[in-house]
């Protein structure tokens, strides 16, 4: 999804006081940031770069199931 997308997915979610939605996006939120944390710790991207960006960084492991 394009940010224009999350941010109405936001507002939507917050007027309407939908917890059940508020809390998905928060947990996501959640795991981008400690995804991006563990890649920055195996020495992937660089600190302020989105996390799409650090993971284009990872190379692909041909072969490894």
Aim: some cysteine; aromatic content about 4%; glycine content about 8%.
């Amino acid at each position: 999804m394009i940010p224009r997308h999350w941010y109405s997915l936001i507002v939507r979610a917050v007027e309407a006081k939908d917890e059940a939605t508020i809390t998905s996006l928060a947990r996501h939120l959640s795991e981008c940031a400690k995804a991006n944390e563990i890649l920055h710790a195996k020495g992937y991207g660089t600190l302020g770069q989105g996390i799409a960006a650090v993971a284009a960084q990872v190379p692909h492991m041909m072969g490894r199931e």
